[in-house]
Structures are given as C-alpha cells and as structure tokens.
C-alpha cells in the first residue's frame, strides 16, 4: 500500500489531478460505478469520479433503512445541484431481512457486508455492465480491520478477499492514504459544500452499528429518532463526533407513579483528529441535562439517558 499522505504534507490540487488521472488509467472508456452515502469519505470519492469520469460514473444511494431520517433523498438533492446524477434505490426489506435474529456485532457487520456488495449492490453492478467499483476507504478503516479492532464494512483486500473473485468487480480506493482532516481538506478543494465536507463521521453499517443486540425496524426507529435529537443539540459543540446509541437490554423506569420497563439510550461525544484516539468532551451538565429531557419526551420508551466517559482507547468511538 502506498504511504499515508498526511495533512501537513498533502497538497489538495495536486493530489486531485493525480488521482483523477489514475481514475481515469484505470477505468479507460469503461463504466465505474459507486454507492453514496453522504458521510465525508464516499462524497468526496463521488466528486473526484464525477470529475474523472462525468456521465461514466453511475452513483447510486442505496436506501437500507438504516440511515438518518430524510438522509438518502437529502443526499441526492445536494449532489444533483452539483450536477452529479444520483439514483435512489430501495433496499429497506433486504438489510432487515439479513439482519433479522442477529445480535452479534461482527455477524451484523458481516450480514450488512454482503447484503450490500454480493446481493443489492452486486446486482446494481450487473445491470450497470460497470467493471469497478470506486470507493471511499480510508487509512484509518485499513488499520482498525487489521489490528482486529472492528472489521470496517469496505475492507477486503487487506484481508486477503479477491473483489473480482468474490463479487465480480475490481475496488478502485483513491483516498486509501489519507485520514479524515485530509479527507476533508480534499473535500473543501473539490468543492463540496462545507455541510458535506464538515460533517461528522458516520459508520458505513450506519444506524446498525448504533443499536447493541439486533437491529430491528423498531429498534432502528429508536435509535433514528434520538439520532435526530442529539446531533441537533450538539451540532455547536464543536466536537469531532457525536451519537446516540440504543442498549440492548431493558431498564426499569416510572412513569405516572407506576414501574415501566424502557429503552436506555448511550450518549457518545468525542474530540479527536484522526479517529485512532479519541477523548470525551466535557459537556456541561447543562447540555447533558437538555440532552437527557429531549430524548425522555420526543423518543417513546425511553427511561434512562448516559454519558460514555471512557476514552479511546480502551473504548472505540462507535459501540458496535
């Protein structure tokens, strides 16, 4: 693998003609294809191809049911007015059905893996005739499937996995040697509005790898809807990434005078640089107190509210 390109070395203009022309060697009058999400790293990637190929890219948001509310048809408005062509395809019942009965955080990220590459987004590719696939992997995804931190949900070759092999198309990764500040810089020069290329970083199992035990259409839901809360109440904070997470198990809660068993929502909220360490911010109680009165009135049957103050490492920044 080529050598990190790290911030203070990397010179955005140059690394964008570079990787444009390699883009181009690569696919040659062919067809490249990649799935959008929206975070950081796969709309950089979707504006470098853009530039690299035009028409001969084909972008595709694919809608799992695990995403923010409103995000996918968001996404494609944003990059349509930048004049990238995106589809919206419909995937909902496919990922839960995968995910159904699975509680096991690395069987979830496994089932989300090859539910998008091998079954929705390999039959994607098929249609399309594309023979490569142009992808958002970064420095930081490589090293944390490696180490066996957590297997990154777009990681094969490092792990000896053969995507012509195993799902018919060769993986093109242009920003494989940079981290998120770089990515981001890369972003701003490409021309990304600052809400894209400034938003905080979001797993690529998304709401999934947010709920601990399975990922139901319910349990989802939860999750999505104090997703909406704590990003609009920390969105100032300044901090490098913030979540809410669903715990698996049940507490006992009061409501009206009478015991009720509820949900126990996780706040997360970190300052970091590259995502490889990572501390707790120090919210005010204030904050903490708005946090925990919004989530136990605008979320049904939630009943305990937390703050992780564990830094990374030992802790990691999501929780599944």
């Known amino acids: 693998m080529n050598k990190e390109i790290t911030l203070q070395e990397l010179n955005a203009n140059t690394f964008i003609r570079e990787k444009v022309d390699e883009i181009r060697k690569i696919v040659g009058d062919g067809i490249a294809i990649n799935a959008l999400s929206g975070g950081v790293d796969s709309s950089v990637v979707t504006l470098l191809g853009h530039k690299a190929l035009g028409s001969r890219l084909k972008t595709v948001i694919i809608e799992n049911g695990l995403m923010r509310e409103g995000e996918p048809l968001q996404v494609a408005e944003m990059f349509r007015n930048l004049g990238v062509n995106v589809e919206v395809v419909d995937a909902r019942n496919e990922f839960f059905k995968a995910l159904k009965g699975i509680v096991d955080?690395?069987?979830?990220?496994?089932?989300?893996?090859?539910?998008?590459?091998?079954?929705?987004?390999?039959?994607?590719?098929?249609?399309?005739?594309?023979?490569?696939?142009?992808?958002?992997?970064?420095?930081?995804?490589?090293?944390?499937?490696?180490?066996?931190?957590?297997?990154?949900?777009?990681?094969?070759?490092?792990?000896?996995?053969?995507?012509?092999?195993?799902?018919?198309?060769?993986?093109?990764?242009?920003?494989?040697?940079?981290?998120?500040?770089?990515?981001?810089?890369?972003?701003?020069?490409?021309?990304?509005?600052?809400?894209?290329?400034?938003?905080?970083?979001?797993?690529?199992?998304?709401?999934?790898?947010?709920v601990i035990g399975e990922a139901t259409p319910e349990r989802i839901e939860t999750v999505r809807r104090a997703?909406?809360?704590?990003?609009?109440?920390?969105?100032?904070?300044?901090?490098?990434?913030?979540?809410?997470?669903l715990h698996e198990d049940r507490v006992t809660g009061m409501r009206d005078g009478k015991r009720d068993f509820g949900q126990q929502v996780e706040i997360r909220c970190w300052d970091s640089v590259d995502a490889r360490t990572a501390t707790p911010v120090r919210l005010s109680f204030e904050i903490l107190e708005r946090l925990a009165g919004d989530l136990i009135r605008e979320v049904p049957g939630v009943v305990s509210v937390t703050y992780n103050i564990a830094p990374k490492p030992p802790s990691t920044i999501e929780a599944v």
Do not use: W
Request: glycine share 8%; no cysteine.
């Open 105 to 210: 955080p690395e069987e979830k990220r496994e089932a989300i893996t090859s539910t998008f590459y091998r079954d929705v987004f390999g039959r994607i590719v098929r249609e399309s005739r594309a023979k490569f696939l142009l992808q958002g992997t970064i420095l930081t995804d490589i090293d944390e499937t490696v180490a066996g931190i957590k297997r990154q949900h777009n990681v094969f070759e490092q792990l000896g996995i053969d995507p012509q092999k195993a799902f018919g198309y060769r993986i093109i990764e242009p920003l494989i040697q940079l981290r998120k500040d770089s990515v981001r810089e890369v972003g701003r020069v490409l021309g990304l509005p600052s809400e894209l290329f400034s938003r905080i970083p979001f797993p690529g199992p998304a709401l999934a790898a947010r």
């Open 227 to 245: 997703t909406t809360i704590v990003e609009r109440i920390l969105k100032t904070s300044g901090a490098f990434q913030y979540m809410a997470i």
